[in-house]
T-cell receptor, first 114, second 111 residues
Framework: EPEVTQTPSHQVTQMGQEVILRCVPISNHLYFYWYRQILGQKVEFLVSFYNNEISEKSEIFDDQFSVERPDGSNFTLKIRSTKLEDSAMYFC????????????FGPGTRLTVT | GESVGLHLPTLSVQEGDNSIINCAYSNSASDYFIWYKQESGKGPQFIIDIRSNMDKRQGQRVTVLLNKTVKHLSLQIAATQPGDSAVYFCADQAAGNKLTFGGGTRVLVKP
């Protein structure tokens, strides 16, 4: 069964450093998402992406965040200057269709900012 | 406001019994609801979904009930098994693709 993959599984970085989290969505999917889950809290939407553009973003997704689809398979989330409060699990998801369609989640990247 | 919440943080259930997990939502514009299961160290896994034009949908050992009058959603798991131990999230989708997740309920299956 096809699945969303994410690398690395765990990333430790120092405050102020840039990090890039990588995702490979399911190959025939066209819509891509990033969510995050701070330990003990809800899963929160960050951004959705389609046709090389951001289609929706949350208040969390400020200027420190960016997304990119650099090639035909990868989808990345960049945090330009990490803060302690960016420590969380970051989940990538993809769906074949827009709207009311199942979003398939990857296993997540645990980001620890020290 | 726009929120999806859960009533019970932890549910302990005997193996073989049925489990019921509840969820309340407040966004009257929500028209699509999903239940996800999250096992330790893994991402959310889709279980079942329901659209607002339905009030019940059944899958394999799972049933989702939607009561739009009181904005309530539930997930029923029949004959709960040890592999069902996980955290269960409800999520809703209104306009756009964004999913709004609830806080999660941990289900512990006792042998």
């Amino acid at each position: 069964e096809p699945e969303v993959t994410q690398t690395p599984s765990h990333q430790v970085t120092q405050m102020g450093q840039e990090v890039i989290l990588r995702c490979v969505p399911i190959s025939n999917h066209l819509y891509f998402y990033w969510y995050r889950q701070i330990l003990g809290q809800k899963v929160e939407f960050l951004v959705s992406f389609y046709n090389n553009e951001i289609s929706e973003k949350s208040e969390i997704f400020d200027d420190q965040f960016s997304v990119e689809r650099p090639d035909g398979s990868n989808f990345t989330l960049k945090i330009r200057s990490t803060k302690l409060e960016d420590s969380a699990m970051y989940f990538c998801a993809s769906s074949e269709l827009a709207g009311k369609d199942e979003q398939y989640f990857g296993p997540g990247t645990r980001l620890t900012v020290t | 406001g726009e929120s999806v919440g859960l009533h019970l943080p932890t549910l302990s259930v005997q193996e073989g019994d049925n489990s019921i997990i509840n969820c309340a939502y407040s966004n009257s514009a929500s028209d699509y609801f999903i239940w996800y299961k999250q096992e330790s160290g893994k991402g959310p896994q889709f279980i079942i979904d329901i659209r607002s034009n339905m009030d019940k949908r059944q899958g394999q050992r799972v049933t989702v009930l939607l009561n739009k009058t009181v904005k309530h959603l539930s997930l029923q798991i029949a004959a709960t098994q040890p592999g069902d131990s996980a955290v269960y999230f409800c999520a809703d989708q209104a306009a756009g693709n964004k999913l709004t997740f609830g806080g999660g309920t941990r289900v512990l299956v006792k042998p």
